[in-house]
């Protein structure tokens, strides 16, 4: 089969003038019963997705025109070349396809990522750690969005993808892997070079600014886990972003709004020390009085006393 093969095919589909076995989203729950470890087909055209969730993972690929999406009440719009990953038992749906909409729904089973998979995505932590999540039902409900720009290479790959789907020669489970490893790597390269330009740019929209907004609240208890679920970011992946463009962990930098409200409340309050300890978010007086020292050479005591004779 080639592209074009594949284009006929895909839109005959798609209008309902065909039907590819049981692949398509009415029968999609028999899916979950079979042998076969990823599903796909190309939404009927004109009928509208209703609210759905299922135990899989699935990967939306607009495969010509435009989608909103709406992903747990959040609409999501993808034009054409666009891929979103939805994680497994999230509610998600989308209105009627127009004339020249394409959709591509592919699902996937938990199994298809063994252990051989996953070891070839070790240097990928966007999906790694996306997948094993997935596989630990450690459930860090989310979506992964790539904006394409229509790229010619994830173009072929899905193409081959699909080709290779629909045609079932010997060995085209192999060759599927093969192609969904090399996806994976691509979206990554994607995202790395043009999605964190769009993201984090020079405006008050920024994800740093969203971040540093966030903890002005809720420095007390945020975590990296709650301001990736807000962000709709993988932790891992919101990690390696702060780094990159703040030079510090997060760690660090909650740290640092803990202990400067600290210093305020020293400087400002009768509280006892121990107070502000449980106040602005640690638990362990030992280990407070550790980093403050290290981070003021003072103790919390003798900060206090400076600030008041400052006063004087």
């Not at 002005?216 to 945020?222: F, L, N, P, T």
């Not at 600290?262 to 640690?282: E, F, H, P, Q, R």
């Amino acid at each position: 089969m080639n592209s074009k093969e594949l284009d006929l095919l895909l839109n005959k589909i798609a209008n309902g003038q065909m039907n590819w076995h049981n692949d398509g989203y009415e029968n999609h729950k028999k899916f979950f019963f079979l042998d076969e470890k990823i599903l796909i087909f190309p939404s009927v055209r004109y009928g509208k997705i209703t609210k759905h969730n299922h135990p899989y993972i699935e990967m939306i690929y607009v495969y010509s025109g435009f989608l909103k999406l709406t992903i747990n009440n959040q609409d999501v719009i993808l034009d054409e070349g666009d891929i979103c990953i939805i994680d497994s038992n999230i509610n998600h749906f989308y209105e009627s396809l127009g004339e020249e909409d394409m959709i591509i729904n592919i699902l996937i089973k938990k199994s298809f990522f063994d252990i051989n998979f996953l070891s070839l995505l070790y240097n990928n932590k966007l999906f790694s750690n996306f997948l094993v999540n997935e596989m630990n039902d450690k459930k860090i409900q989310h979506y992964l969005v790539f904006h394409s720009e229509n790229s010619t290479i994830i173009r072929e790959i899905m193409t081959k993808l699909l080709c290779e789907y629909y045609d079932k020669k010997i060995g085209y489970e192999t060759v599927i892997r093969a192609n969904i490893l090399l996806l994976f790597t691509e979206l990554l390269r994607i995202r790395n070079s043009s999605h964190e330009k769009d993201v984090l740019g020079q405006n008050n929209n920024s994800i740093i600014s969203q971040i540093n907004e966030y903890l002005k609240e809720h420095y007390h208890d945020a975590t990296l886990k709650q301001i990736a679920e807000q962000l709709n970011y993988h932790p891992v992946y919101l990690s390696d972003l702060i780094k990159q463009k703040t030079g510090k962990n997060f760690k660090d930098i909650l740290q640092e709004y803990r202990l400067n409200n600290a210093c305020k409340l020293l400087k400002n309050t009768d509280l006892s020390v121990l107070d502000i300890i449980n106040k602005v978010g640690y638990c362990n007086a030992s280990y407070f009085y550790k980093i403050f020292r290290k981070h003021y050479h003072l103790t919390p005591f003798a900060y206090r006393d400076k600030a008041n004779r400052n006063k004087e």
